[in-house]
């Protein structure tokens, strides 16, 4: 690879700043506030799906990518996970334009089968080339997984694939901001993916739209950096632009020795930079919320969005019971597609598909929470089980603990890295009426393929729902 060795030269957050203002203010092009500003853009990630038009249109124009350099670009949407050898025509000519594009223009290009391959939400923070205080731009919404670092990384449009690629800056009007207060610590059972799948629940799929969500608290303190990329992934399901986290000791332990993380006296003088980003105690969000993490128990979705989940000890929910007339009328859709009745617990949902990978749960801490409930258990008869790694790097992990032999005696199948069932547009995909309990991060119509139904669960829910062969908790096999 040939991208430069970066770090932040962002400084450390003064007076009742919030981390999200200062990260705005050290990125502005212009000094000056405008709507919308230009933010110069620390790190471009970009992937196959949507970067075709980008190139192309970049070409029409006569230009060249400003900062190849700061820009690194995966194969993961469409690559299949049985081989390296893609079948379906629409995926390999996106993949082959990507690989004429980065050649033609001098970008770093991670190919399916290289050492470093995988989904881009997973490789960049693996490489170490994102930092805390930096922006961070990709071609895809679940970018926001990045924030973990603090960072302000967000999803962008075609267009502004295009827009960046041209000028290493990005033209954005301001969003909100938004505090999220975890309370109390999570209890023993539930994850990261329970904690939001629980808040979502209560704010809804629209419930942060428009804000950057800095989350804090004392369950988010004891998160690993997994567990953090897992909460800050499925911020953009609550309709938000961006989450982020204020980068701590767990942060700089997991950046430390990786393969673009400064090195030497750059450590140290990026720590001391590091260290002052935080909101400060009076800072002013737009909006604040506390949640209680001690209440929370493995969710899951019953519905078409994500916000439409309940404790898996529950049942389905009644529609007639909410007030809201357009909830109401979303949950009565909602209940017509996924083929559920009223007052079903969700413990006797049977599942024919259990998927465990994605950019959400796809990282190797996730494989060996799911290995450690299949150990010495077999998938159900009627259930398919796919294991997909976030990256060629988790796989290899993995197969050094010897968890590809634990899933593979318990029956499920052991796939090369890529976005999987997730996106479904890389062949691995549901048959329609399908269910499927997905550790992915959206479950509306069709996400999984024609007319298949989801459900979203953590790692550990998804393995014992593939032992038992219907929706199922660990404490229960």
């Known amino acids: 690879m040939t991208l430069s060795t970066t770090f932040s030269t962002t400084g450390p957050t003064t007076g009742s700043t919030t981390l999200f203002e200062h990260l705005w203010n050290r990125h502005l092009v212009v000094p000056q506030e405008s709507d919308p500003a230009l933010l110069y853009v620390d790190l471009h990630l970009v992937h196959e799906a949507s970067s075709p038009q980008a190139f192309e249109g970049l070409r029409l124009a006569g230009r060249r990518v400003r900062r190849p350099d700061l820009t690194l670009a995966v194969e993961d949407h469409n690559v299949p996970t049985d081989s390296t050898v893609i079948r379906n025509e629409l995926s390999r000519k996106q993949v082959e334009a990507l690989r004429a594009n980065c050649a033609e223009q001098g970008v770093t290009l991670l190919r399916l089968g290289n050492s470093r391959q995988g989904i881009v939400h997973v490789v960049a923070p693996e490489l170490g080339l994102v930092q805390p205080g930096m922006t961070v731009v990709c071609g895809d919404s679940h970018t926001s997984t990045l924030g973990a670092f603090g960072a302000l990384a967000f999803g962008i449009g075609t267009s502004d694939v295009e827009h960046v690629l041209a000028t290493q800056s990005i033209s954005l009007a301001k969003p909100l901001s938004m505090a999220v207060d975890f309370t109390g610590t999570l209890p023993r059972g539930a994850t990261a993916k329970d904690l939001?799948?629980?808040?979502?629940?209560?704010?809804?799929?629209?419930?942060?739209?428009?804000?950057?969500?800095?989350?804090?608290?004392?369950?988010?303190?004891?998160?690993?950096?997994?567990?953090?990329?897992?909460?800050?992934?499925?911020?953009?399901?609550?309709?938000?632009?961006?989450?982020?986290?204020?980068?701590?000791?767990?942060?700089?332990?997991?950046?430390?020795?990786?393969?673009h993380s400064p090195a030497g006296a750059h450590w140290e003088q990026a720590l001391d930079q590091w260290r002052g980003l935080r909101s400060g105690p009076d800072a002013p969000f737009d909006r604040r919320l506390e949640f209680d993490a001690s209440?929370?128990?493995?969710?899951?979705?019953?519905?078409?969005?994500?916000?439409?989940?309940?404790?898996?000890?529950?049942?389905?929910?009644?529609?007639?019971?909410?007030?809201?007339?357009?909830?109401?009328?979303?949950?009565?859709?909602?209940?017509?597609?996924?083929?559920?009745?009223?007052?079903?617990?969700?413990?006797?949902?049977?599942?024919?598909?259990?998927?465990?990978?994605?950019?959400?749960?796809?990282?190797?801490?996730?494989?060996?929470?799911?290995?450690?409930?299949?150990?010495?258990?077999?998938?159900?008869?009627?259930?398919?089980?796919?294991?997909?790694?976030?990256?060629?790097?988790?796989?290899?992990?993995?197969?050094?603990?010897?968890?590809?032999?634990?899933?593979?005696?318990?029956?499920?199948?052991?796939?090369?890295?890529?976005?999987?069932?997730?996106?479904?547009?890389?062949?691995?995909?549901?048959?329609?009426?399908?269910?499927?309990?997905?550790?992915?991060?959206?479950?509306?119509?069709?996400?999984?393929?024609?007319?298949?139904?989801?459900?979203?669960?953590?790692?550990?829910?998804?393995?014992?729902?593939?032992?038992?062969?219907?929706?199922?908790?660990?404490?229960?096999?």
Not at 205 to 229: D, I, T, W
Not at 253 to 258: A, F, I, N, Q, V
Not at 303 to 326: C, K
């Open 196 to 259: 939001m799948l629980a808040l979502m629940a209560r704010i809804g799929a629209n419930g942060a739209r428009g804000c950057v969500v800095e989350y804090r608290g004392e369950a988010v303190e004891r998160l690993s950096m997994e567990g953090r990329m897992t909460v800050c992934n499925l911020t953009v399901e609550a309709g938000a632009r961006a989450g982020l986290i204020a980068p701590d000791e767990t942060t700089f332990r997991y950046l430390e020795g990786r393969p």
């Open 295 to 477: 209440t929370v128990v493995p969710y899951v979705t019953w519905g078409t969005n994500p916000g439409q989940a309940v404790p898996i000890d529950a049942a389905v929910p009644d529609p007639g019971e909410l007030a809201d007339p357009a909830a109401r009328a979303a949950a009565e859709k909602a209940l017509r597609y996924m083929d559920l009745r009223p007052g079903t617990p969700m413990r006797e949902v049977r599942i024919d598909t259990v998927f465990l990978g994605s950019c959400t749960n796809g990282r190797i801490e996730d494989l060996r929470e799911a290995a450690e409930v299949l150990r010495g258990r077999t998938v159900a008869a009627h259930t398919t089980m796919l294991v997909v790694p976030g990256s060629m790097a988790v796989r290899r992990q993995a197969e050094r603990e010897g968890l590809h032999e634990v899933f593979q005696q318990a029956g499920a199948e052991w796939r090369l890295p890529g976005c999987s069932m997730c996106v479904a547009i890389n062949g691995d995909q549901a048959s329609p009426g399908e269910r499927v309990a997905s550790t992915s991060n959206r479950n509306y119509e069709g996400r999984q393929g024609a007319k298949a139904r989801t459900h979203l669960v953590s790692p550990a829910t998804a393995a014992a729902t593939a032992v038992s062969g219907r929706i199922a908790a660990p404490d229960e096999i």
